[in-house]
């Protein structure tokens, strides 16, 4: 067995415990930052209040009857129905436009609509109104 002395064993006790002290902080993860710790904190606040107001405006989208998905089923059926009203005043304005073209440009055509929807007659003419005979 070989002789050591009591300062060998000391440095040997000690270099054996700083190489254990290596070894584990090597594998030991170093420990978190204060402010580290906060981030994550914040984040999964932050994080819980975007999950709070999905929960609250999927709500509203889905299940609520006076807003959401039913408000607006109702407004494109209402859309429909007045994209259909405005098609047939369109044709309405279109017809009076022509037909205004038409008395601007054909005296005619003038004279027709002063007769037969005005009721009119020219100076000199005499009006004769025919009806028909009751046949009881």
Known sequence: MPLTTKAGMDSAKTTAAKRASIQAQ?????PALA???WSGLILAGVYGTLLILLAV???NYWLS???GRHKLRDLR??????KAHNA???QR???LAELINRLKLDDNALEEHARYDLGMIRR?????RVLEADTR
């Open 35 to 37: 402010s580290e710790r």
């Open 26 to 30: 090597a594998l030991d993860p170093p």
């Open 88 to 90: 047939q005043v369109e």
């Open 57 to 59: 405006f999927s709500h």
């Open 65 to 67: 009857s006076d807003q």
């Open 93 to 95: 304005n279109a017809e």
């Open 124 to 128: 000199g003419e005499t009006f004769i």
């Open 77 to 82: 059926a209402a859309l429909q129905v007045q």
